[in-house]
Each structure stands twice: as structure tokens, then as C-alpha cells.
């Protein structure tokens, strides 16, 4: 049987970190393996039909936390965290108590190249991100939501199930620092990438706008059709967009310069229960779209998307693929929220 576009990235990205086959553990569609104590699966889905074309996925998912209690300030705490999303989602599964960094990425069949960078970025990212994470944890102390008095949150570890327990750290876990020196200078993402998108033929948007410091457009919020905004104008439910910000000016606390992503949906959810939803529904039910940032809190005190492409990763193909997302994302949200609200 032919491979999936996906499976043959999966392949490609473990050879290029370099993983050793000592700690690889390849099963039916997923591959597991271990940088140190902290699992990552690697799932690679079956092609599917998007329009005309094809295409793949590839979820990616490391180990944190177990044993944490579902509390309204853990919710809080991941809705916060997921502020500052780079390419990864912080993810709370409450039926097995779980705590994990997660994400997807879709590779387009006819096109796998862009795929494959944005799973490699990914996914050497997310694992290097959990370690610190939890390293951090341990280091410095339990944030509150992970205490209980019977005693919180444990670190999710675990072991190959041949070679036992990883001793020593992979190099990869020290991939971020190309990311921090490229951050460092100023942004990577050039203007005329994101001018490109005013001129896309039957553009998603209904309207996009560029200035120095990036890109605004806004896309309609479930099926359509959709009317800009503007002000004085009162809309339908039906006629409302989603707005999206690609920003070059704004810098990352940890990753510095880069491309900052921002979706804004028009209804006002502020629940941080709704933002794990929105992560959990897009990691199990994935559209043609890449869940590389996350739902979590909005400068504006919301549920927003977010995510952050530091400029180590700078590619034109990263814009093209980030915009027409924003896309297929708030039709697919917007046919979502609305259905909640039935």
C-alpha cells in the first residue's frame, strides 16, 4: 500500500532529528518515542479530500502532566498560557486527567515540501518545549492549579517498552537555539509575502488591508456570506467576520521577532473551559487546517486564536498556508460556536 503524503513527512522529520531507533516505537499509524522521560506520539492520518485536493494529517503529542484536577483555575492558567502559543497548544483531556502539548499539520498530497518543514518545525519544538516546561515545574515550583491535598500533579512520565527508561537528554532538546539567536535581529518576514495576499485570485476574504507592520483581513464567521465591518454598520449574526491580524512588529516574550497570529471571532466567549474545547475539538476532528497555536485568552480578555512563527521559520509558503487557514478556521469555528449556542 502507498504511503500517505503524511507518512512519508513523519518519516523524513524523525530522520532529520536524528531520533535513535533505540528510543522509536512504530505502531499501526503513529510512531512513539523519547527525548528523555517524556513520551511523544507522532500520528499520521489517512488522506482525505479537501475541494479538488488532497490531503493528510499529522498530529503530534507530548506528555507533561497526569493526575490533574479539572479546577476553573486550571483552565485559566492553560487559557493564559496558550496566550503565548508558539506552533503548540497547551491541552487539558479531563477523562484521563491529562496535561499535554499538542498540535497538527496538514500536508497537502500534491505539495508535502511546505508540510514538511512546518512538522518539522513543529515538532522538534513542542518536545524541546515540554521538557522546559516541566523541568521548570520541578525547578521552581507547582503553580496552584496542579496542588491537591492529596498531592497534584505528577510529571507524565514514561519508558520504551524495550529499552526501559531514558537516562540521557536527545540533542534535539536544544533545538531552540537557533530560534532565540534568529529572534534576537529583526524580523525575518518580509512585506511583500503579505502584500501577495491582497492579490490572491478569489481571495477567502472580504477584505484585507496591509501597513508596515503586517497584514489585517477578515473572513466570514461560519457559511457566510459575510459584509466588512465598518463603523455605524449594524450585522447580522450571519453577515459577521472573524478578523486576522499577521504582525511583524510584535515580539515574542521567548522567541523575539517573528510573525504573531492572531484570529478573533466576533462572539465574546469568555469561559477558558471554551478555549480547551475549541483545542480538543480541533486535535480530534481536524479540517483542512493546521493547529500550529492554540485557543486561549485574547488581549481583550476572550477566547481568541493564537499562535506565533518566530523568524528562524520565516517562509512565504508559512503566509500563504497561515491566511488561507484563517480562512477554513473561522467557518469551521463559526459553524461550531453557533451550534453550541442552539
Given at each position: 500500500m502507498a504511503k500517505s503524503a503524511a507518512e512519508s513527512v513523519v518519516a523524513a522529520v524523525l530522520e532529520g532529528m536524528q531520533v535513535d531507533p533505540e528510543w522509536l516505537n512504530r505502531n499501526e499509524g503513529s510512531v512513539d518515542w523519547w527525548a528523555q522521560r517524556l513520551r511523544q506520539r507522532i500520528e499520521y492520518g489517512h488522506s482525505m479530500q479537501h475541494g479538488v485536493n488532497a490531503c493528510s494529517f499529522i498530529r503530534a503529542t507530548t506528555d507533561c502532566l497526569r493526575d490533574v484536577e479539572e479546577s476553573n483555575e486550571l483552565y485559566e492558567y492553560i487559557a493564559r498560557y496558550n496566550q503565548n502559543a508558539v506552533l503548540s497548544s497547551m491541552v487539558y483531556k479531563p477523562s484521563a486527567r491529562k496535561l499535554c502539548l499538542?498540535?497538527?499539520?496538514?500536508v497537502a498530497e500534491r505539495e508535502p515540501q511546505s508540510g514538511y518543514l512546518l512538522a518539522m518545525h513543529t515538532i522538534a519544538l513542542q518536545v524541546a518545549e515540554a521538557y522546559i516546561l516541566v523541568d521548570g515545574f520541578l525547578a521552581q515550583g507547582w503553580p496552584n492549579c496542579f496542588k491537591t491535598r492529596s498531592g497534584g500533579a505528577v510529571v507524565d512520565e514514561s519508558a520504551h517498552p524495550t529499552s526501559g527508561r531514558r537516562e540521557t537528554y536527545d540533542g534535539i532538546l536544544r533545538v531552540r537555539g537557533p530560534y532565540l539567536i534568529h529572534g534576537m535581529a529583526e524580523t525575518a518576514f518580509q512585506l511583500p509575502w503579505l502584500e501577495a495576499m491582497k492579490a490572491l485570485p478569489q481571495s477567502p476574504s472580504v477584505r484585507t488591508t496591509t501597513a508596515d507592520n503586517g497584514l489585517t483581513a477578515e473572513f466570514p464567521y461560519g457559511p457566510g456570506p459575510a459584509v466588512p465591518a465598518q463603523p455605524g454598520l449594524l450585522r447580522s449574526r450571519q453577515m459577521q467576520t472573524t478578523l486576522l491580524r499577521m504582525w511583524t512588529s510584535v515580539r515574542h516574550p521567548k522567541?523575539?521577532?517573528?510573525?504573531?497570529?492572531?484570529?478573533?471571532?466576533?462572539?465574546?466567549?469568555?469561559?477558558?473551559?471554551?478555549?480547551?474545547?475549541?483545542?480538543?475539538?480541533?486535535?480530534?476532528?481536524?479540517d483542512a487546517m493546521s493547529l500550529v497555536g492554540s485557543w486561549g485568552w485574547s488581549e481583550r480578555g476572550c477566547v481568541g486564536y493564537r499562535s506565533f512563527l518566530p523568524s528562524f521559520m520565516a517562509q512565504e509558503c508559512f503566509v500563504l498556508t497561515t491566511f488561507c487557514e484563517a480562512s477554513r478556521r473561522s467557518r469551521a469555528i463559526g459553524d461550531l460556536v453557533r451550534s453550541w449556542a442552539r
Open positions: 499538542a498540535s497538527t499539520v496538514c522567541f523575539g521577532s517573528g510573525c504573531f497570529v492572531a484570529l478573533d471571532i466576533p462572539d465574546l466567549l469568555k469561559d477558558p473551559r471554551v478555549a480547551n474545547l475549541l483545542n480538543l475539538w480541533e486535535l480530534e476532528f481536524p
